[in-house]
C-alpha cells in the first residue's frame, strides 16, 4: 500500500510543519512584544534578505507555467495555445509580484527618481525581472517528464491556484485584523501602550496605511509557496522520494530564515509569521490534493 503524502512528501512532514506553526502562534500570543524586543534590530543584510529574499518563492510561477505548457502540449495541437498564454501569464505573475514588492529597491539601484528621471529607467528595471525569471521556464520545460501530463497540469495549476488564493486570503485578513506593526510601535513614546495581540482586531481599520498591516505576515505568505517545491521535484526526470525530502528541509530552512527576518527587520511578530506561514501552507495542501486527486483518477 503506497504511504500517504502530501505534497510530495510523506504526511509526517505535513503535521510537522502543522505543529511548528501552532507552537509558534501559542508562544508568540504571549511574548510577541518581549520577542521582538529581545530579536529587533534592522541591518544591511536583513534589507538585502528582505528585499530580494522572495525571488526564490516567486520563480515557483514560471516554474508552475511550464508545467502546465509541457502538459497541455503534450494534450494535443489544440491545447497549444493555451498552453503559451498560461506559460506567459505565470511568468508575468512572478515579474509583476516582483516589481510591486520590491520594485522600489531595484529602481533606485537604476537610480530612477519618479517626476524627474527618464521613463527608461523604469522600463529599465522591469527588465531586471525579466531577465532575473527568464531562466526558470527554459530549465524547466528541459528537465520535465511529459509521461503523466494531467499530473503536470494538476501540479502547475496547484501552484498558480493556491498562490493566488493565499496571497488574497492574506490581504483580506490584514484588514480584519489591522494589528499595529512593531516597527510603528516603536516610533510611539509608550510602544507597548498600543500594542494589540492578533485576537484584537479592529476590522477596517487598517484602510491603506501599511502600519496597521501586521497579522498575518504577506511575506511569510510568499516564503510559505516554498513548500510545493517537492511538487515539482515529483514531476522532473528522474525524481525520487529523496529529492523530494530534500527539496522540503530546503522550504523549512528557507521559512525559518524568512520568518527570523521579519521579527529582526521590525516588521512583524512572531504570531504574525507563523499565521502567515499557516494559512498557505493549509490553501496549499488543500488545493493540492484536490488536483492530485483529480489527475491520479482520471
Given amino acids: 500500500m503506497k ?39 534592522k541591518t544591511e543584510l536583513g534589507t538585502f534578505f528582505a528585499s530580494y529574499g522572495s525571488y526564490f518563492s516567486y520563480c515557483l510561477y514560471p516554474a508552475a507555467g511550464a508545467c502546465l505548457f509541457v502538459g497541455l502540449n503534450k494534450k494535443g495541437e489544440r491545447y497549444r495555445l ?10 508575468f505573475m512572478a515579474v509583476y509580484y516582483s516589481n510591486s514588492y520590491n520594485g522600489k529597491s531595484v529602481r533606485a539601484l537604476f537610480g530612477y527618481i ?7 529607467l523604469s522600463i529599465a528595471s522591469w527588465l531586471f525581472w525579466v531577465a532575473l525569471y527568464s531562466w526558470v521556464p527554459l530549465v524547466m520545460i528541459r528537465v520535465l517528464d511529459d509521461r503523466n501530463p494531467d499530473r503536470l497540469i494538476a501540479v502547475g495549476a496547484a ?3 493556491a498562490g493566488i488564493a493565499a496571497d488574497n486570503v492574506n490581504l483580506w485578513l490584514k484588514q480584519v485584523a489591522s494589528r499595529p506593526r512593531y516597527k510603528y510601535l516603536i516610533t510611539l513614546d509608550d510602544p507597548s501602550s498600543q500594542f494589540r ?7 477596517n481599520l487598517a484602510g491603506s496605511d501599511d502600519n496597521f498591516k501586521s497579522w498575518p505576515s504577506g511575506n511569510m505568505t510568499i516564503a510559505a ?9 515529483d514531476v522532473i526526470k528522474d525524481r525520487s522520494d529523496r529529492k523530494n ?16 527576518n521579519r521579527i529582526h527587520m521590525t516588521n512583524h511578530f512572531l504570531s504574525d509569521v507563523c499565521f502567515g506561514t499557516l494559512i498557505t501552507y493549509l490553501i496549499y495542501a488543500v488545493v493540492s490534493e484536490a488536483f492530485l486527486t483529480t489527475a491520479e483518477t482520471r
Avoid at 505534497?7 to 508562544?27: D, E, H, N, S
Avoid at 509557496?225 to 521535484?233: C, E, H, K, V
Avoid at 525530502?245 to 527570523?260: N, T
Fill in 225 to 233: 509557496m516554498m513548500f510545493s517545491l517537492p511538487m515539482l521535484a
Fill in 159 to 161: 501552484i498558480l491556484i
Fill in 114 to 120: 519618479a517626476g524627474e528621471s527618464s521613463p527608461l
Fill in 82 to 91: 493555451l498552453a503559451y498564454v498560461l506559460l506567459f501569464l505565470s511568468f
Fill in 245 to 260: 525530502l530534500v527539496c522540503f528541509i530546503i522550504a523549512c530552512l528557507f521559512v525559518l530564515i524568512y520568518g527570523y
Fill in 3 to 41: 504511504k500517504k503524502t502530501v505534497m510530495a512528501v510523506p504526511a509526517r512532514c505535513f503535521w510537522i510543519v502543522i505543529g511548528t506553526c501552532l507552537l509558534g502562534i501559542i508562544v508568540g500570543s504571549f511574548c510577541d512584544f518581549s520577542i521582538n524586543e529581545a530579536l529587533a534590530n
Fill in 197 to 203: 495581540n492578533w485576537w484584537q482586531m479592529i476590522p
